[in-house]
């Protein structure tokens, strides 16, 4: 709190009884009273400084451990940081090394599952050697000479990640032709394919029909991307409002069904990214069409 802010706030609360008085005796209209300056004394420069220290240690210990990402453990060497010259070039060096070692904490927790994910399909896959990451990472900081181009080392980059795109649609592609065979599943024209878990008894959707269903969507690997069962709130929306797939089925669902379908990308998203969806994913949802007709609820 600035210190000028201080003194009005303070100078406010001693307004307020006279305010007060002046309610209460309209008719009377008493001069203000002048403190004399020699009663207020000023408070020792010293002392005010510690005070306000002391004020906001509090505070910034929590800045520092969980903004900063201090270790408790070490908030010592922290207060030795701040009891330093910040402006003498041991101090830029330690800063300049802090921040470095703020990347390698991110690189590890961050940037290489990430690249992992894209580069070879999973987070937590060891494609990415972190040695090499870091080595052309250093040159290119440096500006030192680098055995690749930025053009090459692009399209290698873009090389690996068409690959492992490829490798999951031909794995998702796989997964359906082997789900195809299965006892209950249906293949229609367009390729989706259904299961009927439970058979309903009621009316069939149409395309502009608005209903009402609770679902659980996920993907090959039982990766869960949505529920209306965790948010224990069932979907409404129009039939032809979502994906094709969930068109085609909803378009042939009686009210009380519940089917598991199987939709192709080609159904779905393709070849774009959604999210938790990678590219070309087969999508498996259990859908229980609760309402063919349903009264759209009012947004809040």
């Known amino acids: 709190m600035k210190i000028r802010t201080i003194f009005t706030l303070a100078l406010a609360a001693l307004m307020v009884p006279a305010v007060a008085q002046k309610k209460k005796q309209p008719k009377t209209v008493k001069a203000a009273q002048i403190v004399p300056a020699q009663q207020l004394k000023p408070v020792d420069a010293k002392v005010f400084s510690y005070a306000f220290g002391v004020i906001q240690g509090g505070s910034l210990k929590d800045y520092l451990i969980q903004r900063e990402g201090v270790d408790s453990a070490y908030i010592s060497d922290a207060v030795r940081g701040f009891n330093a010259d910040g402006n003498s070039v041991e101090a830029k060096k330690a800063m300049a090394y802090a921040a470095g070692l703020k990347i390698a904490?991110?690189?590890?927790?961050?940037?290489?599952?990430?690249?992992?994910?894209?580069?070879?399909?999973?987070?937590?896959?060891?494609?990415?050697?972190?040695?090499?990451?870091?080595?052309?990472?250093?040159?290119a900081v440096l500006g030192e000479p680098t055995t690749l181009t930025v053009d090459s080392a692009q399209k290698l980059i873009e090389q690996q990640a068409a690959y492992t795109q490829n490798i999951y649609k031909q794995a998702n592609q796989a997964w359906l032709l082997a789900n195809a065979k299965k006892a209950g599943v249906v293949t229609t024209k367009s390729g989706l394919q259904y299961k009927v878990l439970v058979k309903g008894t009621g009316a069939v959707p149409a395309d502009t029909s608005n209903v009402e269903v609770n679902y659980e969507g996920k993907l090959i690997d039982g990766t869960i991307f949505d529920s209306s069962y965790r948010r224990n709130q069932p979907a409404q929306f129009k039939a032809n409002q979502v994906i094709k797939g969930w068109t085609e089925a909803l378009t042939h669902m009686p009210?009380?069904?519940?089917?598991?379908?199987?939709?192709?990308?080609?159904?779905?998203?393709?070849?774009?990214?959604?999210?938790?969806?990678?590219?070309?994913?087969?999508?498996?949802?259990?859908v229980e069409l609760l309402k063919a007709n349903a009264v759209a609820k009012p947004r809040k």
């Open 255 to 286: 009210e009380g069904s519940t089917w598991e379908l199987y939709i192709p990308a080609e159904l779905a998203y393709g070849s774009n990214n959604q999210q938790q969806i990678p590219a070309n994913s087969t999508l498996i949802f259990k």
């Open 105 to 139: 904490k991110m690189n590890t927790d961050r940037i290489i599952p990430a690249i992992n994910k894209e580069a070879a399909g999973k987070s937590d896959a060891n494609y990415v050697d972190a040695a090499e990451y870091v080595r052309g990472l250093s040159q």
